[in-house]
């Protein structure tokens, strides 16, 4: 049985056999859009690199032995990156680092760029203890970009009635659990960029209105903008940034980590091609910069 089998996993190789300097993709096949999956296995094909395919289990800290004889690049769920970033094992693996994404660090680097720049920086519990009134509605998500929940909207009676649920335990989130709570605003439209390099070398139209409305199409000066943020900092060489135009101007929602945000019409080729080079070139330290 070959080490990738064990975790229920089908190597996929692809391209030419692989050179020691080039570029190994390792993809979780058992989360996700299959399409998108088969697009990064078709990009590395096209460019030819090797595409291997893992079967991970849910919420399991094991990871597939996969050598760590060239630059690899990790694409999976949040709990998988997570785990190779804290591994250690590969470089760059995953161009993430806890502490560089997490959201007070967007707020220290952009400021008044942030769509959620009045965001209370609390805990969980301390959200659930604050005299505020029921009907109040609050934008809540975690300081971390672990995906412990989804940044939600809630009234405050909802989300006290939810935090004496997970209270009772069973669960990863905690009294402790850094949160923030910003002011609803209105949003018109949300686009998601892919910077690479300081550059944006894919993007997609996602959101209109609450609405979900996929397009391929980013106006220039939303380009623009990423890039211009990206200029001002940068959490890792590679990473994603959603935008929002709210009350006519662009703002920043949020910076994710590449080896787990979805893709919706983003062109994965360019995308592959662009992580790639910088993996090729990239040590631990350009994934993992301080913060």
């Not at 008044?112 to 659930?128: K, Q």
């Not at 850094?178 to 949003?187: E, F």
């Amino acid at each position: 049985m070959s080490p990738l089998s064990r975790h229920g996993s089908i190597p996929v190789k692809t391209g030419e056999a692989m050179p020691m300097a080039t570029v190994r993709w390792i993809v979780q096949s058992n989360l996700g859009s299959r399409g998108d999956i088969e697009a990064i296995a078709d990009a590395c094909q096209k460019l030819g690199l090797e595409c291997l395919q893992v079967g991970v289990i849910p919420f399991s800290d094991e990871l597939p032995e996969v050598p760590a004889d060239a630059p690899a690049i990790f694409y999976g769920s949040a709990n998988f990156a997570t785990n190779v970033h804290r591994s250690g094992r590969w470089a760059p693996g995953v161009f993430f680092d806890e502490q560089a994404f997490q959201f007070t660090h967007t707020l220290e680097h952009y400021g008044d760029e942030c769509l959620n720049s009045d965001a209370r920086i609390t805990t969980m519990a301390g959200l659930a203890a604050l005299d505020l009134a029921d009907d109040l509605r609050l934008f809540v998500r975690p300081v971390a970009d672990l995906k412990e929940f989804a940044g939600t909207e809630f009234a405050m009676g909802e989300y006290r009635t939810w935090y004496a649920r997970l209270a009772g335990g069973g669960f990863d989130l905690g009294p402790d659990t850094p949160i923030i709570a910003a002011s609803i605003k209105p949003i018109e439209h949300e686009w998601r960029l892919f910077l690479a390099d300081g550059r944006v070398v894919a993007g997609s139209h996602y959101r209109s209105h609450g609405e979900l409305q996929v397009s391929p199409e980013i106006p220039p000066e939303v380009r623009v903008y990423a890039e211009r943020m990206a200029a001002v900092w940068s959490p890792s060489t590679v990473f994603v940034l959603d935008v929002a135009q709210s009350q006519g101007r662009l703002c920043v929602i949020e910076i994710n980590g590449f080896n787990s945000s979805g893709f919706y019409a983003s062109n994965i080729r360019d995308i592959v091609e662009a992580v790639s080079e910088v993996a090729a070139r990239s040590g631990p330290s350009d994934a993992h910069p301080a913060a």
